[in-house]
Nanobody, 121 residues
């Protein structure tokens, strides 16, 4: 079994910062791309940022310059540093990871359960 567990969400005032973490555990051989997505009430889930296992990153235009994605491969963990938060950043943030399990021939996409981020004005 493979699990992704997020932490670090919460309530913050506009202009503040939060750091989200997502750790993968279980029968893992390797992890390829990892990413963060978010879904606000009434909206579709949208990409926030992704990071490849070589460190290449990709960001949604709405978060460029404010959010930073990083990863610690030794800890199977991806982070999302969120600065200059705005009320429109309020959403459930979920991580995902493309993981190859021990003994498996290809990667599977796994998701965490999500963590709530609320930004007050």
């Amino acid at each position: 079994q493979v699990r992704l567990v997020e932490s670090g969400g919460g309530l913050v005032q506009a202009g503040g910062s939060l750091r989200l973490s997502c750790t993968a555990s279980g029968n893992i051989r390797s992890i390829n791309a990892m990413g963060w997505y978010r879904q606000a009430p009434g909206n579709q889930r949208e990409l926030v940022a992704t990071i490849a296992n070589d460190g290449n990153t990709n960001y949604a235009d709405s978060v460029k310059g404010r959010f930073t994605i990083s990863r610690d491969n030794a800890k199977n963990t991806v982070y999302l540093q969120m600065n200059s938060l705005k009320p429109e950043d309020t959403a459930v943030y979920s991580c995902n990871a493309k993981i190859i399990r021990v003994g498996a021939p290809w990667e599977y996409l796994y998701w965490g359960q999500g963590t709530q981020v609320t930004v007050s004005s």
